[in-house]
């Protein structure tokens, strides 16, 4: 993820600075700890209906590459450490999914136009 996109999650999560910690609790969206590939296919926007034509293949593409960034023992799950880790040293890749994660229509006009 660009940098560009990161700033726009933090102005839309109403953060006064963006941290690795922050970012991943607000997108534990199960808040048990560990990204599993669905929280990570969500945040990238892949549930959005902008999306609904991106092939299976396709998702399962971009949660292996990106577990393969980010999934330090291979155990199929980020932790809120390996995500840190990974960030002290790169940057979230953009996948070219879209709008993000935020729910329905209704929810990102409210996000995107009447709290600026």
Request: aromatic content about 10%.
């Amino acid at each position: 993820m660009t940098l560009t996109w990161v700033l726009r999650s933090t102005e839309e999560h109403h953060l006064d600075s963006w941290d690795a910690a922050s970012f991943f609790s607000l997108h534990d969206f199960n808040s048990d700890g560990v990204w599993q590939g669905e929280e990570i296919l969500r945040t990238y926007g892949l549930f959005d209906k902008s999306n609904k034509d991106v092939p299976q293949e396709k998702r399962e593409s971009i949660l292996k590459e990106l577990l393969g960034l980010l999934d330090q023992n291979s155990d199929g799950e980020v932790s809120r450490e390996e995500l840190a880790a990974f960030l002290g040293r790169s940057t979230l890749p953009d996948m070219g999914t879209g709008p993000g994660h935020h729910g329905d229509e209704e929810f990102e006009y409210e996000i995107h136009h009447w709290e600026k």
